[in-house]
């Protein structure tokens, strides 16, 4: 598929519309004045929503409640968080002990360095496995999992190196987004506690799991049993949401109320990273599966090389 040729976009065709949350749907601790409206709109001509998030620090059911509480009425099922992803992903290969240093053991243990919803992810989906958060913790691990741990410690990283070094663990991370936006402006995210241990254990994880990996809307297309093409990302980063969807053949709509400004945008010269479409901002969803030239995305050079 020309994936730079939007004339080829027919909404009629997308069943499934994945959101980002952070810059999409939410501005840290606030709904995006058109959150709710936008998601009621896509249900209500029977497409079906999926939130696709790489925050792992909370789990789905916790997620779900949180947003519940709030008046936005999403279900644990609409949600694919990293964690849960990771927990699917060490499920299989836990039952089918897909990996050497599993095949010793009865139970595997596994050492984590992230918050509470990669164990309660890894318990929701009934991972055969038992596991620790505790830098104390001296069992061997055949699994170290990494997510954005915001109480990291000096010997939490030294905990995870251990294994990571000496039992030959499997290296899972959640993610590797290098930042992580607040309210008061970027923090560093999961990739930087990641980065910390490659560098000291010399090795890369065997398995990354949330965007802009292509399995995370793949999994979703899976779920629903689509086509890749008949699915579009609302995103409003370019290096996870946009990359994500180019790699998975997934059609994807950059918001510029997030991370990415008009400019940062326009000085992006790497066509792997420019959207299918750009709307300010998430209420203009609608006007998209309406009117999708009014919203193509034509980076200048590729204006320029069209004119010529
Ligand atoms: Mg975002």
Redesign the pocket.
């Known amino acids: 598929m020309d994936r730079t040729d939007t004339s080829r976009f027919d909404p009629d065709r997308i069943r499934v519309v994945v959101f980002?949350?952070?810059?999409?749907l939410v501005h840290g601790a606030t709904f995006h004045p058109a959150a709710l409206n936008t998601w009621h709109w896509v249900k209500s001509t029977g497409r079906t929503t999926y939130l696709l998030t790489n925050n792992s620090t909370t789990s789905r059911a916790r997620y779900a409640r949180r947003w519940q509480r709030r008046g936005f009425p999403i279900k644990r099922s609409e949600i694919v968080s990293s964690g849960y992803l990771a927990a699917l992903l060490l499920r299989r290969v836990v039952d089918e002990r897909a990996w050497p240093v599993l095949q010793s053991v009865d139970v595997p243990h596994f050492y984590i360095v992230g918050g509470t919803g990669i164990p309660a992810e890894l318990r929701a989906t009934r991972v055969a496995a038992t596991w620790s958060r505790d830098p104390r913790d001296t069992r061997p691990a055949q699994v170290v999992i990494v997510g954005l741990d915001k109480n990291i410690t000096y010997r939490k990283l030294a905990r995870a190196l251990r294994s990571l070094l000496y039992d030959d663990a499997v290296f899972v991370a959640t993610n590797r987004d290098a930042t992580y936006p607040t309210e008061t402006g970027l923090w560093p995210g999961a990739g930087s506690i990641v980065a910390s241990l490659v560098t000291a254990s010399g090795r890369e994880p065997d398995f990354v799991m949330g965007k802009p990996e292509p399995q995370a809307l793949w999994f979703i297309r899976d779920l629903v049993g689509c086509r890749s093409d008949e699915m579009l990302i609302v995103?409003?980063?370019l290096e996870t949401?946009i990359l994500c969807a180019r790699r998975a053949g997934v059609w994807s709509a950059l918001v510029l109320s997030?991370v990415t400004s008009a400019e940062r945008l326009a000085a992006t010269h790497d066509p792997l990273l420019w959207p299918d479409f750009v709307l300010d901002d998430v209420g203009q969803l609608a006007d998209l599966f309406r009117h999708p030239a009014r919203f193509a995305y034509r980076h200048a050079h590729e204006r320029a090389a069209v004119k010529k």
């Open positions: 980002d949350a952070d810059g999409v995103g409003d980063r949401d997030g």
